[in-house]
């Protein structure tokens, strides 16, 4: 009740404003009184009519102080026309009967309702807009990796579906999800956000400078970084090996300079014992190299023309039809792959080529 | 190693250490014996590097009783501190010291590891450089082998150094069993359902690194294990679960295990 009188505040506005909900965008009431962006929503959230009603502070009826010991279905309160004042003193005393016992419960549903609709508007355009703003102003803090820089993340998920995980934290810098610093935060449901709204993201503004604090910090880590390679062995760091020339300004969709800055040599932690490095021989060697590496030339990323490369244009007939060609095709692109690898891994691995086939087919 | 578990170790009562220990920001420090504080060899060099050195190691041995002004306590507070965690810093790569740390890991002092697939993994201390005021505290996880800045700001202007680069190495070389299984999940980045190119191409290229580390250290005698290879090991007996229990692992975790296959 509280959020139609006495507050000026809507519940939207109110419930964004609540201690833990700082990552939610306020959704338009235009996007959510478009009943096409409610689609099949009716079926995952409990009361919904009332939850909805409550979301967007519409009052249904007046309150009717008449009690009536009528038991109706929920499905009834939809009628409309004929019999119009039972219908009113019904919303009445189901008005009456919410201050009781229902109100929590509807509380509840309005916020599960609130949150898949904001997964869906956060996806769409004004959405987006507005979750840059956020964004922009780092609503939603920075990467906890030191080699990123302090880049700024964005809330995702990991499901979908609402009740399975609770919002985890994107990096674009080093495309790892992290758990939010503030424990506030971890009991949101990671479903309102959704786990296409990370990658869209900045596929949307595939300009948005991602790596842009890192220059300046850790230009004061490794003062020797530009210089040349026989200097920079000295370095505490591995200092990045110079790229080629002639990097492509986008691979594979990205934008190079935005694509995954925080990866790479040089920005991927050695441990080290009095200045040595722990050898990869060592029980306790270095193993999660991969995981932080990245090619020096980021061309190497690009399969399709490498594959081209390797095998001449004669047999790439794979990707003129999508049906069963592309199953042959990626087939091809794997063993293509697999040729470089030594014969000794297949031994080690000997069902690795069944399993190929098997998820290939 | 048990007898190294007892916090204090002498009869003498540490006030000092005892109220810098247990005072708000300090939780990632260990209490540094009495023996080795006044051991004069353990602190060779350490006098240039800390004003008022001797009534700040004074004040660290509970020895100090000197009458000085505010302004001149409140420097030797200071370099007490300092002298402390460079102390620290080398105390922590001994037998003791390590042992120390070592429940304090177990105990969680460190905090977690912020990256989701690790699971919340505790962290170790450490520091980027040796030399006092280079950079702060850092957090390292040994099961992505990364590093963090801590989460929380009071801990976030420690010096790095009162740990140094070594320790947390250190303590795998000696406790070996500590170190954890690696995993070779990952996040995938998805967009209704699909993978994005530009990550999943360089999921691949990783996971050929990784293949291509495999292969090298296996020639030279090195077996490198992974929480998935162990898993996949148990399934080969038979053919059909096994192709079954892969799909729904990957469509499990969204986190595929196999993304060198090219799919």
Same mark, same amino acid.
């Given at each position: 009740?509280?959020?139609?009188?006495?507050?000026?505040?809507?519940?939207?506005?109110?419930?964004?404003?609540?201690?833990?909900?700082?990552?939610?965008?306020?959704?338009?009431?235009?996007?959510?009184?478009?009943?096409?962006?409610?689609?099949?929503?009716?079926?995952?959230?409990?009361?919904?009519?009332?939850?909805?009603?409550?979301?967007?502070?519409?009052?249904?009826?007046?309150?009717?102080?008449?009690?009536?010991?009528?038991?109706?279905?929920?499905?009834?309160?939809?009628?409309?026309?004929?019999?119009?004042?039972?219908?009113?003193?019904?919303?009445?005393?189901?008005?009456?009967?919410?201050?009781?016992?229902?109100?929590?419960?509807?509380?509840?549903?309005?916020?599960?309702?609130?949150?898949?609709?904001?997964?869906?508007?956060?996806?769409?355009?004004?959405?987006?807009?507005?979750?840059?703003?956020?964004?922009?102003?780092?609503?939603?803090?920075?990467?906890?990796?030191?080699?990123?820089?302090?880049?700024?993340?964005?809330?995702?998920?990991?499901?979908?579906?609402?009740?399975?995980?609770?919002?985890?934290?994107?990096?674009?810098?080093?495309?790892?999800?992290?758990?939010?610093?503030?424990?506030?935060?971890?009991?949101?449901?990671?479903?309102?956000?959704?786990?296409?709204?990370?990658?869209?993201?900045?596929?949307?503004?595939?300009?948005?400078?991602?790596?842009?604090?890192?220059?300046?910090?850790?230009?004061?880590?490794?003062?020797?970084?530009?210089?040349?390679?026989?200097?920079?062995?000295?370095?505490?760091?591995?200092?990045?090996?110079?790229?080629?020339?002639?990097?492509?300004?986008?691979?594979?969709?990205?934008?190079?300079?935005?694509?995954?800055?925080?990866?790479?040599?040089?920005?991927?932690?050695?441990?080290?014992?009095?200045?040595?490095?722990?050898?990869?021989?060592?029980?306790?060697?270095?193993?999660?190299?991969?995981?932080?590496?990245?090619?020096?030339?980021?061309? #190497?990323?690009?399969?399709?023309?490498?594959?081209?490369?390797?095998?001449?244009?004669?047999?790439?007939?794979?990707?003129? #039809?999508?049906?069963?060609?592309?199953?042959?095709?990626?087939?091809?692109?794997?063993?293509?792959?697999?040729?470089?690898?030594?014969?000794?891994?297949?031994?080690?691995?000997?069902?690795?080529?069944?399993?190929?086939?098997?998820?290939?087919? | 190693?048990?007898?190294?578990?007892?916090?204090?170790?002498?009869?003498?009562?540490?006030?000092?250490?005892?109220?810098?220990? =247990?005072?708000?920001?300090?939780?990632?420090?260990?209490?540094?014996?009495?023996?080795?504080?006044?051991?004069?060899?353990?602190?060779?060099?350490?006098?240039?590097?800390?004003?008022?050195?001797?009534?700040?190691?004074?004040?660290?041995?509970?020895?100090?009783?000197?009458?000085?002004?505010?302004?001149?306590?409140?420097?030797?507070?200071?370099?007490?501190?300092?002298?402390?965690?460079?102390?620290?810093?080398?105390?922590?790569?001994?037998?003791?010291?390590?042992?120390?740390?070592?429940?304090?890991?177990?105990?969680?002092?460190?905090?977690?590891?912020?990256?989701?697939?690790?699971?919340?993994?505790?962290?170790?201390?450490?520091?980027?450089?040796?030399?006092?005021?280079?950079?702060?505290?850092?957090?390292?996880?040994?099961?992505?082998?990364?590093?963090?800045?801590?989460?929380?700001?009071?801990?976030?202007?420690?010096?790095?150094?009162?740990?140094?680069?070594?320790?947390? =190495?250190?303590?795998?070389?000696?406790?070996?069993?500590?170190?954890?299984?690696?995993?070779?999940?990952?996040?995938?980045?998805?967009?209704?359902?699909?993978?994005?190119?530009?990550?999943?191409?360089?999921?691949?290229?990783?996971?050929?690194?990784?293949?291509?580390?495999?292969? =090298?250290?296996?020639?030279?005698?090195?077996?490198?294990?992974?929480?998935?290879?162990?898993?996949?090991?148990?399934?080969?007996?038979?053919?059909?679960?096994?192709?079954?229990?892969?799909?729904?692992?990957?469509?499990?975790?969204?986190?595929?295990?196999?993304?060198?296959?090219?799919?």
């Amino acid at each position: 009740m509280s959020s139609s009188e006495g507050a000026p505040e809507s519940w939207i506005s109110s419930f964004c404003s609540l201690m833990g909900h700082e990552f939610f965008a306020e959704v338009s009431e235009d996007f959510i009184e478009d009943d096409f962006n409610l689609t099949g929503l009716q079926s995952q959230v409990p009361m919904y009519k009332e939850a909805l009603e409550m979301i967007l502070d519409v009052e249904p009826e007046e309150d009717d102080e008449e009690e009536e010991e009528e038991e109706e279905d929920e499905d009834d309160d939809e009628i409309i026309g004929d019999d119009k004042p039972p219908g009113y003193r019904r919303a009445g005393e189901r008005r009456h009967a919410r201050v009781a016992s229902d109100l929590s419960v509807i509380e509840s549903s309005a916020e599960l309702l609130y949150g898949l609709i904001h997964q869906r508007y956060i996806t769409s355009r004004p959405g987006i807009q507005q979750m840059l703003e956020k964004y922009e102003m780092q609503h939603f803090g920075v990467c906890p990796r030191v080699y990123c820089n302090g880049c700024r993340v964005l809330p995702v998920g990991r499901s979908d579906t609402p009740g399975q995980e609770t919002v985890k934290l994107f990096c674009p810098s080093c495309q790892d999800l992290y758990t939010p610093p503030n424990s506030r935060f971890h009991s949101v449901d990671g479903a309102f956000f959704g786990t296409t709204f990370g990658c869209l993201f900045f596929m949307t503004f595939p300009d948005l400078d991602i790596g842009s604090r890192m220059d300046n910090s850790l230009s004061a880590l490794s003062p020797t970084r530009s210089s040349s390679l026989t200097s920079s062995s000295i370095n505490n760091q591995v200092s990045p090996d110079v790229p080629p020339p002639n990097q492509p300004v986008e691979i594979n969709g990205m934008r190079t300079v935005n694509f995954s800055p925080g990866l790479g040599p040089g920005r991927i932690y050695e441990s080290r014992i009095y200045g040595f490095r722990v050898s990869e021989r060592s029980r306790s060697g270095p193993r999660m190299k991969w995981l932080r590496m990245k090619p020096i030339d980021i061309r #190497e990323l690009d399969e399709m023309s490498r594959y081209e490369a390797l095998h001449g244009e004669g047999d790439d007939d794979g990707d003129t #039809e999508m049906g069963s060609g592309n199953g042959t095709a990626a087939q091809n692109a794997a063993i293509a792959r697999r040729k470089k690898a030594t014969m000794r891994r297949r031994r080690y691995n000997p069902d690795q080529m069944s399993i190929n086939g098997a998820e290939a087919g | 190693m048990e007898d190294f578990n007892s916090e204090t170790d002498s009869d003498y009562t540490s006030y000092w250490r005892d109220w810098f220990i =247990s005072s708000r920001g300090n939780e990632y420090f260990c209490e540094i014996d009495e023996d080795y504080l006044t051991d004069r060899f353990n602190l060779t060099g350490l006098n240039t590097e800390v004003a008022y050195y001797q009534y700040a190691l004074d004040l660290v041995t509970d020895v100090f009783d000197l009458d000085a002004d505010d302004d001149l306590r409140e420097q030797i507070e200071k370099s007490a501190r300092h002298l402390y965690g460079l102390v620290h810093a080398r105390y922590i790569v001994t037998t003791r010291g390590l042992a120390k740390m070592v429940d304090k890991l177990k105990r969680g002092d460190f905090g977690k590891c912020p990256r989701v697939m690790c699971e919340g993994h505790p962290l170790l201390p450490m520091g980027q450089h040796d030399t006092p005021s280079m950079s702060t505290v850092r957090l390292y996880c040994a099961r992505c082998e990364d590093i963090y800045h801590p989460k929380s700001s009071r801990h976030a202007s420690i010096d790095g150094a009162y740990f140094g680069t070594s320790f947390h =190495s250190m303590l795998f070389q000696v406790y070996p069993a500590l170190m954890p299984e690696k995993s070779i999940r990952r996040y995938e980045p998805r967009v209704f359902g699909f993978k994005v190119h530009a990550s999943a191409a360089l999921a691949r290229w990783q996971d050929q690194y990784r293949e291509d580390m495999k292969t =090298s250290l296996r020639d030279v005698g090195v077996e490198v294990k992974y929480i998935e290879d162990e898993s996949e090991d148990d399934l080969e007996d038979d053919d059909e679960p096994l192709s079954d229990a892969r799909e729904e692992k990957v469509i499990g975790d969204a986190a595929s295990a196999r993304m060198d296959l090219g799919n």
